[in-house]
Nanobody, 116 residues
Framework: QVQLVESGGGLVQPGGSLRLSCAAS????????MSWYRQAPGKERELIAF????????NYADSVKGRFTISRDNARNTVYLQMNSLKPEDTAVYYC?????????WGQGTQVTVSS
């Protein structure tokens, strides 16, 4: 049974920071790439960050590049998303995802609201 549980969301002022966590109940977690997505109200879910198996390769959407950092701790089966310089347009539900044998698994999401 694959389970992903996101945490760390909340309300933050513009310019602030949050760190999201995604705890994965995945056998051999270190063997899988991980991704963070977000979905704002009325918009499609978008890929914002990706981290490869060993953590040595990462990719970001242009909208978050330079502000967000994805990382992983394979010993803790956890992937993180450090979000700095947050903007109101970052307001969304944030999800982590893993793909195993061609099937996508998603967490329940964590709400991030950036507002003064």
């Amino acid at each position: 049974q694959v389970q992903l549980v996101e945490s760390g969301g909340g309300l933050v002022q513009p310019g602030g920071s949050l760190r999201l966590s995604c705890a994965a109940s995945v056998f051999a977690f270190s063997n899988y790439a991980m991704s963070w997505y977000r979905q704002a109200p009325g918009k499609e879910r978008e890929l914002i960050a990706f981290i490869a198996i060993g953590g040595g390769r990462t990719n970001y959407a242009d909208s978050v590049k330079g502000r967000f950092t994805i990382s992983r701790d394979n010993a803790r089966n956890t992937v993180y998303l450090q979000m700095n310089s947050l903007k109101p347009e970052d307001t969304a539900v944030y999800y982590c995802k893993v793909t195993i044998w061609g099937r996508n698994y998603w967490g329940q999401g964590t709400q991030v609201t950036v507002s003064s």
